[in-house]
């Protein structure tokens, strides 16, 4: 089968076509026939070299969807060619998702087909990290409805899906901040009630900011931004740290001020999460395939690349520059 990897770690360009055979599945193992793959910023620490150093080729991709083309022993419930997303995350056992074949254990694949009608394959994708990545963002901060929620790097993949799902969940206010000044003025922009250029910090992070703070941060950026969200929450708000694109040295906080200010910061890592508790992770994802059939939830894909210029993608990625979900494509 065609898939994507790197056998040393670097930059885009490590990324390169291979030719890798189909996996078999598992005990317990779903084996999907690719369409899509989700592109992810986890993918590009991987590549970095956060993958282990075995001198084997590497398959990188968290997320797939496609049609189910076998399993392992002791999987129940499914037909060959039923459509399906999938989490296929290395520290679950799964195979990488840059190619035409995966496999990922049962309970982290999770069928497209339900009674209001049948989710497309191509949003899909976005399904098994980038939806349920929203929905566990705005769980794990306990978010409310009525509350005012900030997100930074807001017109990405997760950023733009985390405020449709905010919207769904009854946010009073969504704003968000973004990297560059182009941004600001991009279509994509609507989804939020503010947008903040995220350098612009007398904007958006300080107490007395727009109406007094916010009552949840979520922080995929790390290094002086969480210190400036901090600054922004008001009294019993949170900062929900998941990402460190920029490789910024550790943030030091003070249990000393979090207890004075009455403020909390709490992290979100989703692989963690597939291996500990799945269930958690299925649960969302099949509450968003429902409102993804009746189209409540919408996908932003921001790009549809082949398989074979997944480097671009990554490409992309790194520079700030993408705008919504990429997704590569298996076909021809």
Same mark, same amino acid.
């Given at each position: 089968? $065609?898939?994507?990897?790197? &056998? %040393?770690?670097?930059?885009?360009?490590?990324?390169?076509?291979?030719?890798?055979?189909?996996?078999? =599945?598992?005990?317990?193992?779903?084996? *999907?026939?690719?369409?899509?793959?989700?592109?992810?910023?986890?993918?590009?620490?991987?590549? $970095?070299?956060?993958? !282990?150093?075995?001198?084997? =080729?590497?398959v990188p991709g968290l997320e797939v969807s496609g049609r189910v083309?076998?399993?392992?022993?002791?999987?129940?419930?499914?037909?060959?060619?039923?459509?399906? #997303?999938?989490?296929?995350?290395?520290? *679950?056992?799964? %195979?990488?998702?840059?190619?035409?074949?995966?496999?990922?254990?049962?309970?982290?694949?999770? @069928? +497209?087909?339900? =009674?209001?009608?049948?989710?497309?394959?191509?949003?899909?994708?976005?399904? =098994?990290?980038?939806?349920?990545?929203?929905?566990?963002?705005? !769980?794990?901060?306990?978010?409310?409805?009525?509350?005012?929620?900030?997100?930074?790097?807001?017109?990405?993949?997760?950023?733009?899906?985390?405020?449709?799902?905010?919207?769904?969940?009854?946010?009073? $206010? *969504?704003?968000?901040?973004?990297? &560059?000044?182009?941004?600001?003025?991009?279509?994509?922009? #609507?989804?939020?009630? /503010?947008?903040?250029? !995220?350098?612009?910090?007398?904007?958006?992070?300080?107490?007395?900011? @727009?109406?007094?703070?916010?009552?949840?941060?979520?922080?995929?950026? /790390?290094? @002086?931004?969480?210190?400036?969200?901090?600054?922004?929450?008001?009294?019993?708000?949170?900062? *929900?740290?998941?990402?460190?694109?920029?490789?910024?040295p550790d943030t030091r906080l003070s249990a000393q001020e979090l207890?004075?200010? %009455?403020?909390?910061?709490?992290?979100?890592?989703?692989?963690?999460?597939?291996? $500990?508790?799945?269930?958690?992770? !299925?649960?969302? #994802?099949?509450?968003?395939?429902?409102?993804? #059939?009746?189209?409540?939830?919408?996908?932003?894909?921001?790009?549809?690349?082949?398989?074979?210029?997944?480097?671009?993608?990554?490409?992309?990625?790194?520079?700030?520059?993408?705008?919504?979900?990429?997704? +590569?494509?298996?076909?021809?």
């Amino acid at each position: 089968m $065609r898939a994507v990897g790197f &056998t %040393s770690p670097g930059g885009p360009e490590a990324l390169r076509v291979l030719e890798m055979p189909v996996p078999v =599945p598992a005990p317990g193992q779903v084996l *999907v026939e690719v369409a899509y793959a989700g592109v992810n910023f986890a993918e590009v620490y991987r590549r $970095r070299g956060w993958a !282990r150093a075995t001198g084997e =080729p590497v398959v990188p991709g968290l997320e797939v969807s496609g049609r189910v083309a076998g399993w392992g022993e002791g999987v129940d419930g499914l037909s060959l060619g039923d459509p399906v #997303a999938a989490l296929t995350h290395e520290q *679950v056992g799964a %195979s990488g998702g840059y190619a035409q074949f995966a496999v990922a254990p049962q309970e982290l694949v999770y @069928p +497209l087909r339900t =009674p209001a009608g049948e989710v497309d394959l191509l949003p899909a994708a976005a399904l =098994p990290c980038t939806v349920t990545t929203a929905y566990g963002l705005l !769980r794990t901060g306990r978010f409310a409805a009525g509350e005012d929620v900030l997100i930074h790097a807001a017109l990405g993949g997760v950023g733009s899906t985390t405020a449709r799902v905010a919207r769904l969940l009854g946010a009073r $206010r *969504v704003l968000g901040t973004v990297g &560059t000044a182009a941004k600001l003025d991009r279509a994509e922009a #609507a989804l939020y009630d /503010a947008l903040y250029l !995220r350098e612009d910090t007398a904007g958006w992070a300080r107490p007395d900011g @727009p109406d007094g703070g916010f009552d949840l941060v979520l922080d995929s950026v /790390a290094g @002086p931004t969480t210190q400036a969200s901090l600054g922004a929450l008001r009294a019993l708000g949170r900062v *929900v740290v998941y990402g460190n694109p920029g490789g910024h040295p550790d943030t030091r906080l003070s249990a000393q001020e979090l207890w004075l200010s %009455s403020r909390a910061v709490i992290g979100y890592n989703l692989g963690e999460i597939a291996v $500990r508790a799945p269930h958690v992770l !299925r649960e969302q #994802a099949l509450a968003a395939v429902d409102l993804m #059939a009746d189209r409540r939830l919408t996908v932003g894909i921001g790009g549809i690349m082949p398989l074979e210029s997944a480097w671009e993608a990554h490409r992309l990625l790194e520079s700030g520059a993408s705008v919504g979900k990429l997704v +590569l494509s298996m076909a021809n």
